[in-house]
């Protein structure tokens, strides 16, 4: 079925293997207008931006997720399921759990916790972990290495809810979890890659820090996070 109720382009040659998945649509752009050449817009249903180019003479796409599980779902589905696209990677910011996650620290998803009943109702799925592409996280870690990008390799938290009335929760989620930091799509991501047979990572960049309550403007969010948006693209193929 194409195109989707949600992804307007008819053509699937237009959106590469590797898609990179910013929740901001204005990330989106900011990635396509700064870093690739030859830039073609594939959608922009519900201003959901999605551009195809090349870096460094490799094709490449991204396309924004928008916030939380029920709209990366939607997205990275009919982008794996209805236009051939192999790897999604996200690239997001993040709450850190503990003080060692420093503002714009990039984080390396090994896998996401998550109370959500996302994979449970798409799929059946009962665990609340889900794992990242092994494959992915091997390339990409190596690639951190060689552009000399420190990352850390953490299980992160996938929450539904950004405003939470027990603010002190992320306490027992790290103690009990072992979640670094919170986000709000990676588990989708990561169980609609598994349904689908394709492969999903995930790129983070701490934003704020709920420990030390050190934050980050909407406009370095949009802008500075250029360190994990460098790993990502070296993944064009």
């Known amino acids: 079925m194409i195109p989707t109720p ?7 040659s237009l959106i590469a293997k590797t898609v990179l998945m910013p929740g901001d649509p204005l990330r989106a752009k900011f990635i396509a207008d700064t870093f ?9 249903v519900r201003n959901v931006l999605g551009y195809t180019g090349t870096y460094k003479g490799r094709k490449i796409s991204v396309m924004a997720s928008g916030m939380g599980m029920p709209s990366i779902g939607i997205y990275s589905y009919e982008l794996y399921k209805f236009y051939d696209v192999e790897n999604i990677i996200r690239i997001g910011s993040c709450g850190g759990y503990t003080a060692d996650m420093k503002l714009y620290d990039v984080i390396l998803a090994k896998d996401a916790w998550s109370e959500s009943s996302f994979a449970k109702v798409q799929g059946g799925y009962e665990s ?8 992915l996280n091997a390339r990409l870690l190596e690639i951190a290495k060689e552009i000399d990008i420190p990352v850390h390799v953490e299980r992160i938290h996938s929450s539904d809810v950004f405003y939470r009335e027990d603010f002190n929760a992320y306490k027992e989620i790290y103690e009990k ?15 609609n890659a598994n349904v689908t047979g394709k492969k999903a990572a995930c790129l983070l960049t701490v934003s704020d820090n709920l420990v030390t309550h050190e934050l980050t403007t909407s406009e370095e969010r949009q802008l500075a996070f250029t ?10 193929e």
């Open 36 to 44: 690739l050449e030859d830039v073609i817009q594939f959608n922009g």
């Open 6 to 12: 949600h992804i307007e382009t008819t053509d699937k």
């Open 128 to 135: 609340q972990v889900i794992e990242g592409s092994a494959e």
């Open 177 to 191: 979890h072992g979640c670094v930091a919170v986000e709000m799509e990676s588990f989708a991501l990561f169980h």
């Open 227 to 236: 360190n994990m948006m460098k790993i990502a693209l070296e993944m064009a």
